[in-house]
């Protein structure tokens, strides 16, 4: 071996030494932030390609998701943990009240999709029809502040297409998505004087040692809870908490159905109809007070949501309104007639709720022009909402489970 040769070999060597000695240390790319309620911001562990597990000091000030996603949900204070094996970093976070221009922004947050497997469907009284989906739909996309302000309530297919298209199939099919459970329970009804049943979807990871947001969904007339559960209610939920960043929240389907000695195969029966005319009282005596004591479930308005479809959208506007206390997320979807809509209003009241949302579709011969003429009221009212039509759109499934998905992505779990 030659001098050089040799000179050369140390040379490299040297070189390789230096670099081995180099060391690199895993850090935090933000330590300290400023959210307002409802916006997101980005976590992550730079310099590192192993596994961090995140964990929030306070999850309902603040969550943050398993791939470090953290959400504002109320004011406070809150710190966010990473932890990279036995070492932790921390983020401190100040959450504060959302502006009127930025809740607006965060009502329409882009997302990434995935399918998710669809649970078995359950027996439902009445069959809903469904129309075929129009296949150019695709995700939401974030909408320009000026154009939102005047688009969210115009009714248009511009509109739609712009802020409220959704692809159905990657909410409700696939195999990628950890499902929920969906259990049936009874529970007595003080008000009804008999045992009751409704469907209660809990999360993946349900446990007692968290309190979670509770959504109630209502069905239509002549159905009962499983109507929502056949919809690919378990995949639509669990996709929209892993997919779009949604905190884990449990949902109620009760069975809004008469008496059982007055029940009737008639749709549009007298009882059937007083079943929804009673529904009210058995919420606020029997139902909800069950549900929070049988579950780890919010008892604060800002965690609890409802919505419904047809009938049950009418008794969306009807409870919700009526007890504005209870509820701070109103969805109706196809509401249908009969609603008392001296209701629709918050004059006078002490609790305004952050999010009211109608829908229906433009071809909905069942319920004709009711929902757009609750709009109308909410807009003379100056009760702000959002308001969209789906374009050919009938009193079917895809109508419901689109307005579904849009209301839940924008509550502020």
């Not at 094996?85 to 221009?101: D, E, Q």
């Not at 919505?307 to 701070?328: I, N, Q, R, V």
Request: aromatic letters at 10%.
């Amino acid at each position: 071996m030659s001098l050089s040769s040799f000179a050369a070999i140390l040379l490299v060597g040297s070189a390789t030494i230096h670099v081995n000695a180099k060391v690199v240390t895993p850090r935090l790319n933000i330590k300290k932030m400023t959210l307002q309620v409802g916006s997101t911001r980005q976590l992550k562990v730079k310099k590192t390609k192993k596994r961090v597990i995140w964990k929030s000091s306070h999850k309902k000030i603040a969550y943050v998701t398993k791939k470090g996603l953290v959400k504002a949900r109320k004011k406070g204070n809150v710190k966010i943990y990473a932890y990279l094996g036995k070492k932790k970093f921390v983020c401190n976070v100040k959450v504060i009240a959302k502006t009127k221009k930025q809740s607006a922004k965060n009502k329409q947050t882009p997302s990434s999709y995935t399918t998710a497997t669809a649970q078995p469907s359950l027996p439902v009284s009445t069959v809903v029809p469904t129309n075929t989906t129009d296949p150019t739909f695709s995700p939401t996309s974030v909408p320009e502040e000026d154009n939102w302000n005047i688009d969210k309530q115009s009714g248009t297919k511009e509109a739609f297409k712009k802020y409220f298209k959704v692809d159905l199939n990657t909410y409700t099919e696939g195999k990628d998505t950890p499902l929920g459970t969906i259990q049936k329970i009874h529970y007595d009804s003080t008000v009804i004087g008999e045992t009751r049943e409704a469907y209660v979807y809990t999360p993946n990871g349900y446990t007692t040692d968290k309190t979670y947001p509770v959504l109630y969904l209502i069905h239509g007339i002549g159905c009962n809870g499983s109507q929502w559960v056949s919809m690919q209610l378990n995949a639509i939920l669990s996709n929209l908490i892993v997919k779009d960043n949604v905190a884990p929240f449990v949902a109620v389907c009760p069975s809004v159905i008469p008496p059982a000695d007055k029940r009737t195969d008639v749709t549009l029966s007298p009882e059937n109809i007083q079943a929804f005319t009673d529904f009210d009282a058995e919420f606020t005596t029997d139902l909800q007070p069950y549900i929070q004591s049988h579950y780890s479930v919010s008892t604060d308005r800002k965690e609890t949501a409802l919505c419904g479809l047809s009938m049950g959208g009418m008794e969306a506007l009807s409870l919700g309104f009526s007890h504005l206390d209870l509820f701070d997320y109103i969805g109706s979807f196809s509401a249908a007639p009969t609603l008392d809509t001296s209701l629709l209003t918050t004059k006078g009241s002490a609790y305004i709720p952050s999010l009211v949302m109608l829908s229906s579709g433009t071809a909905d011969n069942t319920v004709g022009d009711t929902p757009k003429k609750y709009h109308e009221v909410l807009t003379q009212n100056q009760v702000d909402h959002i308001w969209f039509q789906y374009p050919r759109g009938s009193h079917s499934t895809e109508v419901w489970q689109n307005g579904l998905i849009n209301f839940v992505k924008r509550i502020p779990f």
